[in-house]
Each structure stands twice: as C-alpha cells, then as structure tokens.
C-alpha cells in the first residue's frame, strides 16, 4: 500500500511563477530606472510599474512562504536550521555591504588629500552635532532593540499580548527614528554633492535608513502574523529573523553615530 507522505524532513517547494516574475519585475526597474535618468518618457511609466512589479512579488512570494510555514507544516526542524543559516548569511552580506561605506569614509578621513585642505572635516564643511538629534536617535534605536528583545522573551514564555504589546512599541520607535531622520536630512547645511564629505555621509547613513525602513516593514509583518495566532513558543522563526535583522541594524548605527557624527565630525 502506497503513501504520499513525505518520508523525509526536507521541504521540497512547489513549483512558483514569482521567482521568474520577480526577475521580470527587477528588469522592468531597472530599465525604466535608466530610461528616467536619461530622460526618456518611458522611464516615467516603466519605473513605477516595475517598483509595482516588485512590490507584488514580495507580497505574494512571501505570502506562500508563510502558508507553508503556519498552516502546511512545511518548515520542521531542519528547514528552520536551513532558514536560520540562509538568514545568517545575508546580515553577513549586509555587513560587507556597509563595510565598504565605512572603508570609503576612513580612506577620505584618515589621510585627508590637499584637495580637501588636508585636515577632515574638508574645509567649508559645516559638520551636525552628534549630540541633539544624532544622539536621540542612538537611545531611540537601542530602546527599540530593548523592546524588541522584550517581545522575543515573551513569545518564548507565551505571553502573546506582551508580545504584541512590545511590538507595537519597536515599531513606533523605528517610525519615530526615520522621522528624525528625514528631519535632519532637511535641515543638513551640506547635501550628497558637497564632495567626498556628503557622499560618504549621506550613502552611509541613507541606506541605513532604508534598512531601517525594511525593518520596520519586517516588524509590521510580524505584529499581523502575531495578531493572527501565527507565533508560537516553538515555532516563530519569521520573528527571529525580524529581530535579528533590527539588532543588525541597531550595531550598525553604533558604528556610523561613532565614527561619522562623533569622531568625524570633531
């Protein structure tokens, strides 16, 4: 008598349109992208409907991921462990990719050429001080680390309104941070065209912004899933993988408020 039954613990997906559309979507962005850039009149339909593209891509993929994880039963134990390492693999692709805005930034900083007065900040720059909003936003972005941690333990021990609780509160926290942001980008005396100051400061601290845009996103998701019954004490890994993510952002700000609003701006 035959089964059907899976005689192994691996998840062996169905078959998907979203990675081939998702390929189409990233291809209709960057077209347009260009064709923007250039001025020509298709940019301005194509990149907005590739940036559609790519949005419904991630709402549907995922959608079908956490299908299979909540109600199929498809990610055991040894695919969380494989999801656990894809997810570690990627902050550590992350990492690289801020460690070549910190390099960029201490090749300019540590040995400042003629052609920036050799001495950093460069000559005409007139650099923000660390310490009003910078510094706000180092204890708003540690808090919400804390409350985020707060609501890990409380999956862990069952108290789902905790949980919600303290996920609300991260949230609020990371939107009140990119306002702060967006604040302070207004008001900035310098722009990203001010030389090899305002690139780097700005490239560095504007895609960790957006990173933390993404965060915030990844959060919001997971207070839905949460509302909705979907964390348990033993299977919450959407979750973690969330607060990972945040913790990684939340050391990355460390490093930018230290050695580019502290020490160099000094």
């Known amino acids: 008598m035959s089964s059907h039954a899976p005689q192994h613990p691996f998840h062996l997906v169905d078959p998907s349109p979203w990675p081939i559309f998702g390929s189409l979507a990233a291809f209709v962005t960057t077209s347009g992208g260009v064709m923007y850039m250039h001025s020509y009149s298709g940019g301005r339909i194509m990149f907005p409907l590739g940036l559609s593209m790519l949005v419904y891509t991630m709402y549907v993929w995922w959608r079908d991921i956490v299908r299979e994880a909540t109600f199929e039963g498809q990610h055991t134990q040894v695919v969380q462990i494989g999801l656990r390492w894809g997810m570690i693999l990627f902050i550590v692709s992350e990492v690289m990719f801020f460690v070549a805005f910190f390099w960029a930034f201490f090749h300019s900083s540590l040995a400042p050429t003629i052609e920036l007065g050799a001495v950093w900040p460069p000559k005409g720059i007139e650099v923000l001080n660390p310490w009003e909003v910078p510094f706000?936003?180092?204890v708003i972005l540690l808090s919400s680390g804390a409350s985020v941690t707060w609501a890990h333990h409380a999956i862990l021990s069952g108290y789902r309104r905790q949980a919600i609780v303290s996920l609300?509160?991260?949230?609020?926290?990371?939107?009140?941070?990119?306002?702060?942001q967006v604040m302070e980008y207004i008001e900035a005396p310098f722009t990203i065209s001010d030389g090899v100051y305002g690139s780097t400061f700005f490239l560095a601290t504007g895609f960790h912004g957006f990173h933390v845009f993404i965060g915030t996103v990844f959060l919001t998701v997971c207070l839905f899933r949460a509302l909705d019954f979907h964390f348990t004490r033993k299977h919450h890994f959407g979750f973690e993988a969330a607060a990972w993510y945040w913790h990684f952002v939340d050391v990355v700000w460390l490093f930018l408020f230290i050695s580019i609003y502290w020490w160099g701006g000094a």
């Open 136 to 138: 706000l936003n180092t």
């Open 168 to 180: 609300i509160v991260t949230i609020l926290l990371a939107v009140f941070f990119t306002s702060l």
